[in-house]
T-cell receptor
């Protein structure tokens, strides 16, 4: 296992379309996080899973966003009816019991 | 609400210099603090993790210190190299998993050859 993997790396979509991103965490890590990062800003927390349970969601996560982590393995983040304001880098991170967090390379979303 | 501030926002120095990046946070009730490096268009690479009970951590030319009571951390880079050019991000973890990490906006570092 070489680290956290995210797919796709880049996504261009038309406004109003749905998109789904995937994250494969480090296999033994029980915690998985999604963050969003816009240009010139640090990443902002979106949601958190411990194993398969989604334990926390930020107010940034509108009703158009949904995340799952079936069987406590990989996770998906879906954005419905995309808006131009959704354009950002979406980052996934995993950790073991709140220790060092490891990030993937991110998915760059552009909504046109 | 935890707020993290990084100073300076940008820094350009000649190769070979030692430098210090600063990070401050408003709520001292943290579980740990982590420094990351981010190259343009890429994800984050973990550099150092300091637990709340620790004062400093070292990895190669990097040394990070933590003063939890005053809400400050510094990242010291010795003998800087052009390959060190990147954005450096500081993040605090409140513990328990909730709310994830709170990040500063980063320091954009350029090392001139």
């Amino acid at each position: 296992d070489t680290g956290v993997s995210q797919d796709p790396r880049h996504k261009i979509t038309k406004r109003g379309q749905n998109v789904t991103f995937r994250c494969d965490p480090i296999s033994e890590h029980n915690r998985l996080y999604w963050y969003r990062q816009t240009l010139g800003q640090g990443p902002e927390f979106l949601t958190y899973f411990q194993n398969e349970a989604q334990l926390e969601k930020s107010r940034l996560l509108s009703d158009r966003f949904s995340a799952e982590r079936p069987k406590g393995s990989f996770s998906t983040l879906e954005i419905q009816r995309t808006e131009q304001g959704d354009s950002a880098m979406y980052l996934c991170a995993s950790s073991l019991l709140g220790n060092e967090a490891f990030f993937g390379q991110g998915t760059r979303l552009t909504v046109v | 609400k935890q707020e993290v501030t990084q100073i300076p926002a940008a820094l350009s120095v000649p190769e070979g210099e030692n430098l210090v990046l600063n990070c401050s946070f408003t709520d001292s009730a943290i579980y740990n603090l982590q420094w990351f490096r981010q190259d343009p268009g890429k994800g984050l690479t973990s550099l150092l993790l300091i637990q709340s009970s620790q004062r400093e951590q070292t990895s190669g030319r990097l040394n990070a210190s933590l003063d939890k009571s005053s809400g400050r951390s510094t990242l010291y880079i010795a003998a800087s190299q052009p390959g060190d050019s990147a954005t450096y991000l500081c993040a605090v973890d409140p513990g328990g998993g909730a709310d994830g990490l709170t990040f500063g906006k980063g320091t954009h570092l350029i090392i001139q050859p």
